[in-house]
Every structure is written in C-alpha cells, then in structure tokens.
C-alpha cells in the first residue's frame, strides 16, 4: 500500500503522553512529526523509539544558525534515522548548502525542507523585522532560494501551494498544515484549509494535529481524511 501523506503533528508534552497515543496508530496509516515541544522533553530516544515502530518520521526542529552548526545538526538528525529534517530558509545560501552537503547522496537520505516565513507572521511584523515585500513574495523569493540549493521542498500554508506549485515545478515537496476537515473547529489555527482543497492546491503532504490526536478514535479520523484526499 502507498504510504500515507497525512504527517500527524505529535504534540504532546511529554515521550509516556506521545507513545501511549502512537500504540493507537498503524505505522502504515500515517507519518508521524515531531516538534520543539516533545524533542526538548523527549529528546532523541523517542525518536528512535518512534522510527524503531516503523514511523517515517518528520524532525521538525527548524534548524537556523551559521552553516557549521547547522551541517553538524542535520548530520545528527539523519543518524536517527528519520525520513524529512527541515531548517529556515532566510539562514541564507550558504547555511542551506552546507545543510544539503551535511546528507549523503542516494534515496536513502532524509529529505530536507526548508520553512519560508512562518504562517503566523503578518505583514505588519514582518515591516518590523525589516522585510516589507508582501509577504507571499517573500515566501516565493525564500522558497526559489531553497530549491536552488538543492533543498527537496519547503513547508508552507495549503493557501500558497499553488502559487508555488507553478512557479517552483512539480518535483518539489510541499508540506503544508493548517489542515482542518470541513466542519471541525479550526481551534487556534486562523486561515485553515481542508484536506482536499491542500492537495488540489499540489501539496504533497498534509501536517495534521489535533483532529487525529483529539479524535476519540484516531485511526477512524485518519481514515476519513484519507478518504476524502484520495490515493496518492
Ligand atoms: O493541531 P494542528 O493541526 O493545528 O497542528 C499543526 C501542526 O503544524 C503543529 O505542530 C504546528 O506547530 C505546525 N505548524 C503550523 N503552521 C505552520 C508550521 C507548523 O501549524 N506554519
């Protein structure tokens, strides 16, 4: 069976909290992303545990420092073995070079995504910090950078995929959340897209949290998200 493209975002508190929820999941059923959150209270062994249970497993930890620092993290993160690592995109060229050189050639590496601008800032704070290019032209410039750096994709919201499905082709990843099924509440989330409309949008894989690790019965609400996004 073709492998899911629902990442189901693990944010939990704590490594007993993740675990007990992924006993309720098939690894073949889904991807599994792991944040700040966990990873600073977790650390590494969850994530060994998780790919151990056949996870593919997202590191979502957002790399930004000079390229060193930032080879040397990407180095680590691929010896745990998971299947998508991602850094900052405005680290700059040389920082996403040095991050695509830290990885072996060949289709066993983890694939590398960069983040353009996080989707809760608006233009206004962006001003603040100095970009005052709209900011889905920022995105477009930050996302062109990372795949002329030989980055595999970006994350960015289901409202910009087709933006930069046709500008940036079709053989690149684009990793969107911001996920809701038609009719569940959006929660703390403001500009939220359904699982369909992300991939019509050419998004290749859909971050998902609360409504599979909130739903009474996690693998029923995968499944219903699968079935209305189709097969792969
Ligand atoms: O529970 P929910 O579906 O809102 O979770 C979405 C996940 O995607 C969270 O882990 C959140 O940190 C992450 N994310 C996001 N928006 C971004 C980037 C990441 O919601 N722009």
Same mark, same amino acid.
């Given at each position: 069976?073709?492998?899911?493209?629902?990442?189901?975002?693990?944010?939990?508190?704590?490594?007993?909290?993740?675990?007990?929820?992924?006993?309720?999941?098939?690894?073949?059923?889904?991807?599994?992303?792991?944040?700040?959150?966990?990873? !600073?209270? %977790?650390?590494? &062994?969850? +994530?060994?545990? $998780?790919?151990?249970?056949?996870?593919?497993?997202? *590191? =979502?930890?957002?790399?930004?420092?000079?390229?060193?620092?930032?080879?040397?993290?990407?180095?680590?993160?691929?010896?745990?073995?998971?299947?998508?690592?991602?850094?900052?995109?405005?680290?700059?060229?040389?920082?996403?070079?040095?991050?695509?050189?830290?990885?072996?050639?060949?289709?066993?590496?983890?694939?590398?995504?960069?983040?353009?601008?996080?989707?809760?800032?608006?233009?206004?704070?962006?001003?603040?910090?100095?970009? !005052?290019? %709209?900011?889905? &032209?920022? +995105?477009?410039? $930050?996302?062109?950078?990372?795949?002329?750096?030989? *980055? =595999?994709?970006?994350?960015?919201?289901?409202?910009?995929?087709?933006?930069?499905?046709?500008?940036?082709?079709?053989?690149?990843?684009?990793?969107?959340?911001?996920?809701?099924?038609?009719?569940?509440?959006?929660?703390?989330?403001?500009?939220?897209?359904?699982?369909?409309?992300?991939?019509?949008?050419?998004?290749?894989?859909?971050?998902?949290?609360?409504?599979?690790?909130?739903?009474?019965?996690?693998?029923?609400?995968?499944?219903?998200?699968?079935?209305?996004?189709?097969?792969?």
């Amino acid at each position: 069976m073709a492998r899911s493209r629902i990442i189901v975002a693990l944010d939990f508190p704590d490594g007993g909290a993740a675990l007990r929820f992924v006993e309720r999941l098939e690894p073949n059923a889904c991807r599994l992303k792991v944040g700040f959150e966990l990873f !600073v209270a %977790a650390g590494p &062994d969850l +994530v060994r545990a $998780l790919v151990q249970r056949g996870f593919p497993v997202f *590191l =979502d930890l957002k790399f930004h420092d000079i390229p060193n620092t930032v080879a040397g993290a990407v180095r680590a993160a691929a010896r745990l073995g998971v299947w998508m690592i991602n850094v900052h995109a405005s680290g700059g060229r040389r920082m996403l070079e040095a991050a695509r050189r830290a990885l072996p050639d060949g289709t066993a590496r983890p694939h590398l995504v960069a983040v353009t601008v996080l989707t809760s800032l608006e233009a206004a704070e962006l001003r603040e910090v100095g970009i !005052v290019h %709209a900011p889905q &032209d920022q +995105v477009l410039r $930050l996302a062109r950078l990372a795949q002329d750096c030989g *980055l =595999d994709g970006v994350v960015c919201s289901a409202r910009e995929a087709l933006l930069l499905r046709r500008a940036l082709g079709t053989d690149f990843l684009l990793v969107t959340p911001g996920i809701r099924p038609a009719g569940e509440s959006a929660q703390d989330q403001r500009r939220v897209v359904t699982p369909a409309a992300a991939v019509n949008a050419g998004a290749d894989y859909l971050v998902v949290g609360r409504p599979v690790t909130r739903a009474p019965d996690p693998m029923e609400a995968l499944q219903a998200i699968e079935a209305e996004i189709g097969p792969a």
